[in-house]
Nanobody, 115 residues
């Protein structure tokens, strides 16, 4: 059974940084494309960043140059380093993996950017 567990969220001031982690189990992690999504209150879930099995990365325009996705296959963990945070980055952040057409999600971690 695939399980994803996010951590690292919290309250941060505008301009600050946070690093989110997502620990995966029940899958051959190194072969998976991993994604981070976020969902702000009252809005649809949106794709933030993607990292493939060969370490190619993609970012939403809204986070380019501020966020960095990375992975450690030895730890079955994907990270999202978030710098220069803005109030509009406030959301619940979710880790995602698709395996044989099925989506798996973690329970999310809340990031609040506020002074």
């Amino acid at each position: 059974q695939v399980q994803l567990v996010e951590s690292g969220g919290g309250l941060v001031q505008p301009g600050g940084s946070l690093r989110l982690s997502c620990a995966a189990s029940g899958t051959i992690f190194s072969t998976n494309t991993m994604r981070w999504y976020r969902q702000a209150h009252g809005k649809q879930r949106e794709l933030v960043a993607t990292i493939t099995s060969v370490f190619n990365t993609l970012y939403a325009d809204s986070v380019k140059g501020r966020f960095t996705i990375s992975r450690d296959n030895a730890k079955n963990t994907v990270y999202l380093q978030m710098n220069k945070l803005k109030p509009e980055d406030t959301a619940v952040y979710y880790c995602n993996v698709q395996i044989w057409g099925m989506d798996y999600w973690g329970t999310g971690t809340l990031v609040t950017v506020s002074s």
